[in-house]
């Protein structure tokens, strides 16, 4: 007889470390109706050969919150649930090779501090007496994490599966889901055992998500690398040593090498992320197997040999010791490394829990998150950085493999940024790329598309080693300095390709609209930014809003925000209502034509009515083509972002670029545009304007209507402004040195962690550092003088007027 129930209220596909931890969260939350089903037995897939290192260190606030949750829980765990734990939390040691990597680990230990996390910087001789078998030879540091460690990857999945199961929650193993269809708003699950209806499903199927996904008509963007590691035999001075001192050593990274050693009872384990990598399952020749539980791919030492002999460098121990075994099973990788948690993205009521790189020190804040997400429809921490929407429709096969190889190949790297990788480029290519391309435009990809970061000239270095570096200063620079006063003195052009680009048109259309965001809807032939929240009044997103007629308007927002926007925009669509909603970012391109002389430019080229005032828009003609005339600028000067249909595009601006030459007219690139916006001190999406902050947080209550009877998220905001706000939105003018402030950069005021950068950048028209940050709101007052720490140093600021530190006034904007 089957043990599978005929109905859950959530069914979770995969049973390993994330799916069991998703599996226990949903219960603690009270939703215990849960079932989860694994193919084989639980931890068949990559948990069972894991490595089991739990480490707290990223370089991503969102990740090093859910790394420090994990490590949290793993410590209580096995008394909370009465079950035996091997976890040994022994600490690790981070070798740093360069000044680069000594800044990078200063960040961290300031991010870890804020999350309440005492991670510390090691000198070479502090090295020594923690690792007493380290060589320290070209060593400029180390960051020691004393919440570090590992633990048994077996016995973490049978705990969580044990603690969920105590709470009423099911696990039916040797059950695979081969099939998913939708009934009357439920999923339907067929197994070999049968059927189970359940309202949500969650796909945390590790590395074959993706045929999973396949279930239910996703392509999960993500591919499988074959990762070795070495166990080798016992050490008899190591196990001398660690009688004695009655502990593991501490777990070693070498970073910069690119390999961790950890002692494994009295031997070592070596996992090295060697560049010569191999991806798996990915040409006909190499088919993923229909099951592949508890199997490995055969050994391939070759690739490890120049590691091996590193580390054997590093710690001379490792020479004496014999090889034990050689473990080289699969692991899955997204195009960045990061997992997928959330909504899986055009599908309803199913999420994600899977492609994780690292899946044992993330499991148990994966499955905080995945809980949070499907009980409550949002998660206590901004997730962006592993939300399946951040891809779109670009990540075919191809661009994840070669994503995926580059970042196993440069698992620890260092994220510049100024620098920009390689692999997978082109995806998505402006109508006007190769002219801009011969103007020297250095590029990046945005949701695939190709935008100018800045102009090069001859000469200038644009080798990948000159971006290695933190530093505001480099080949760039006195660019990003040109095209700033290009735009300041006469004119500048962007392009834009990639605008997320909705169409919302028909009956109710704007009264839906004004019930969904804080402000009011313009009128017809104005423009105006809206902003959205949550229940708890949390900034969602922001976009621009053209109305075109009465219920027909344009909403406009950020490239990488396409698949995440509409979804949010659907998600709030009732079934029956009058109006359409339709993705149309496809069809159209934009540029961004800025500074003094635009006007003077485009009364050349148009008939257009060049004296409609800011945030009005208008449809005009430019070499026989029409376009759309839109009176902003996130740069902060005169000037009017052109949006024009694909095909139409090259024609406009090649008629706009020939008639700007005798006006100054150059071309800038968003390098140049992000140092106009925070002189503005305009908001970026996912750094400023996040669901870390509220709308009122935000500084943004100038975009809140409160006569309105209801919008989304009204209630919270109304009780948060009655009580007063904890942390309020600043522009702070920073005494820096050498860098500007990275994103969550720590705030200092009389030794006391006060608040956070959420951008940072050098303004080149007021010839200042600035960052934009949330600080405690005692504190937010013109002229306070607080501290930002950038890279381990902290530094005078001052907070200023809540105003633009360019053209306070907006006089040169609205000229």
Not at 153 to 175: N, W
Not at 192 to 205: F, H, K, M
Not at 407 to 430: D, T
Request: glycine share 10%; hydrophobic share 40%.
């Amino acid at each position: 007889m089957s043990n599978l129930p005929s109905h859950a209220r959530v069914v979770i596909i995969g049973g390993g470390a994330v799916g069991a931890s998703s599996l226990y969260h949903l219960a603690r939350a009270g939703w215990t109706d849960c079932v989860l089903l694994e193919k084989n037995e639980l931890t068949a897939g990559s948990t069972w050969h894991a490595a089991g290192n739990v480490p707290t260190f990223s370089s991503s606030w969102s990740i090093m919150n859910m790394q420090r949750y994990s490590a949290s829980l793993y410590r209580e765990l096995g008394q909370l649930i009465d079950y035996p734990m091997n976890y040994h939390v022994t600490g690790s040691i981070r070798l740093g090779h360069s000044k680069e990597r000594l800044q990078e680990f200063k960040r961290v230990v300031g991010m870890g501090r804020y999350q309440g996390m005492d991670l510390d910087i090691l000198t070479p001789d502090e090295m020594r007496r923690r690792y007493p078998f380290l060589e320290t030879h070209q060593l400029t540091g180390a960051l020691y994490d004393p919440y570090d460690g590992d633990i048994d990857p077996a016995q973490l999945t049978q705990a969580l599966a044990k603690g969920a199961r105590d709470m009423g929650a099911k696990i039916i193993r040797f059950c695979p889901a081969t099939a998913a269809r939708r009934e009357s708003d439920e999923w339907v699950i067929t197994t070999p055992q049968g059927e189970i209806r359940c309202e949500y499903v969650v796909n945390a199927a590790g590395y074959y998500a993706r045929e999973v996904g396949k279930m239910f008509g996703r392509d999960v963007p993500m591919m499988v690398m074959s990762h070795q590691y070495i166990l080798f035999d016992e050490i008899p001075e190591l196990a001398a040593w660690s009688k004695e001192a009655g502990r593991k050593l501490p777990l070693l990274r070498d970073v910069d090498s690119s390999y961790y050693l950890r002692q494994e009872k009295f031997g070592m384990n070596l996992g090295p992320y060697e560049r010569n990598c191999r991806a798996h399952w990915t040409a006909p020749d190499d088919p993923m197997p229909e099951d592949f539980s508890f199997q490995l791919f055969p050994n391939d030492l070759e690739r490890l040999e120049w590691y091996l002999n590193d580390a054997v460098e590093r710690v001379p121990i490792l020479g004496t010791a014999g090889l034990s075994r050689v473990i080289n099973g699969p692991i899955p990788y997204a195009p960045d490394g990061n997992p997928l948690i959330g909504p899986m993205p055009g599908v309803p009521n199913a999420f994600e829990a899977c492609v994780f790189t690292f899946g044992i020190c993330q499991a148990g804040g994966a499955g905080k998150v995945l809980a949070e997400w499907v009980t409550e429809g949002q998660t206590e921490w901004d997730m962006w950085s592993c939300d399946p929407r951040r891809y779109t429709d670009y990540t075919d096969q191809d661009y994840c493999i070669a994503k995926g190889k580059e970042i196993y190949g440069h698992e620890y790297a260092m994220h510049f940024p100024k620098h920009y990788w390689p692999a997978g480029r082109n995806k998505k290519l402006s109508p006007i790329h190769d002219r801009i391309a011969a103007l020297g435009a250095q590029f990046k990809p945005y949701n695939g598309w190709e935008r100018a970061m800045w102009y090069a000239k001859p000469g200038d270095d644009i080798s990948d080693a000159a971006t290695q570096t933190w530093g505001r200063e480099g080949p760039w620079a006195k660019r990003i300095e040109e095209e700033c006063l290009a735009v300041r003195d006469a004119a500048g052009i962007l392009d834009l390709p990639g605008f997320s680009r909705f169409r919302l048109k028909g009956e109710g259309a704007r009264k839906w609209l004004s019930e969904l965001i804080t402000g009011r809807v313009p009128k017809p032939g104005r423009i105006g930014l809206a902003y959205f929240a949550d229940e708890k009044g949390r900034i969602i997103t922001e976009m621009s809003v053209m109305a075109i007629e009465e219920d027909f308007f344009f909403l406009i927002t950020a490239a990488t925000a396409q698949w995440h926007d509409f979804e949010w925009l659907q998600k709030h669509r009732s079934a029956d209502a009058a109006f359409a909603l339709d993705d149309v970012t496809a069809n159209f391109s934009c540029q961004i034509l800025t500074g003094p002389k635009s006007r003077d430019i485009l009364a050349e080229v148009s008939g257009a009515d060049l004296s409609k005032g800011w945030l009005t828009h208008q449809t005009a003609e430019i070499a026989g083509r029409y376009c759309q005339l839109v009176r902003v600028s996130f740069a902060g000067e005169l000037g009017w972002e052109i949006h024009t249909k694909v095909e139409d595009t090259a024609a406009i601006f090649n008629a706009v670029w020939e008639a700007g030459q005798k006006h100054g007219l150059k071309p800038f690139g968003m390098e140049a545009l992000d140092s106009l916006r925070i002189e503005k001190g305009y908001r970026a999406w996912k750094g400023d304007l996040s669901t870390d902050y509220t709308v009122l947080q935000g500084g943004l209550e100038r975009f809140v209507d409160w006569s309105k009877p209801s919008f989304k998220g009204k209630a919270a905001l109304e009780r948060e402004k009655q009580r007063g706000a904890t942390k309020r939105f600043v522009t702070l003018t920073v005494e820096a040195g050498e860098c500007d402030a990275p994103y969550m950069s720590t705030l200092w005021s009389g030794g006391e962690v006060v608040g956070e950068t959420t951008s940072g950048n050098w303004g080149y028209r007021v010839s200042k550092s600035i960052a934009l940050g949330m600080l405690r709101a005692d504190l937010a007052a013109p002229g306070q003088e607080i501290e930002v720490e950038i890279f381990g140093e902290r530094f005078k600021a001052i907070v200023q007027p809540d105003q633009p530190l360019w053209d306070p006034s907006n006089e040169r904007l609205k000229a």
